[in-house]
């Protein structure tokens, strides 16, 4: 059983940069691959980054590659996702999920899932 907890979310300006960060406790986070999903108003949930169990592999939506990065840190079991360039399109609730399987960019996937986090982005 894992335990996801999402932190740093808020209003950020647009072109400006936020860093969110999800811990897990319950297991190592080694065990799972990592997601990142998003949901803005009146939106599907979209896939947003994957990242592998070791680290080794990134994989990202094409609406924020080049501007988001994915890392994570299996020592602390953590995970973070940095925001740069942030437009307001960007603006959603972020939720980080944990996954055994291996279709990371499918929501179904992931076993697990944290509360979410607000980012809001104004113009």
């Known amino acids: 059983q894992v335990q996801l907890v999402e932190s740093g979310g808020g209003l950020v300006q647009a072109g400006g940069s936020l860093r969110l960060s999800c811990a897990a406790s319950?297991?190592?986070?080694?065990?799972?691959?990592m997601g990142w999903f998003r949901q803005a108003p009146g939106k599907e949930r979209e896939f947003v980054a994957a990242i592998s169990r070791g680290g080794g592999s990134t994989n990202y939506g094409d609406s924020v590659k080049g501007r988001f990065t994915f890392s994570r840190d299996n020592a602390k079991n953590t995970v973070a996702l940095q925001m740069n360039s942030l437009n307001p399109e960007d603006t959603a609730v972020y939720y980080c999920?944990?996954?055994?399987?291996?279709?990371?960019?499918?929501?179904?996937?992931?076993?697990?899932w944290g509360q979410g986090t607000q980012v809001t982005v104004s113009s």
């Open positions: 999920a944990a996954t055994s399987g291996f279709r990371p960019r499918l929501a179904a996937s992931y076993d697990y």
């Open positions: 319950g297991r190592t986070l080694s065990t799972y691959g």
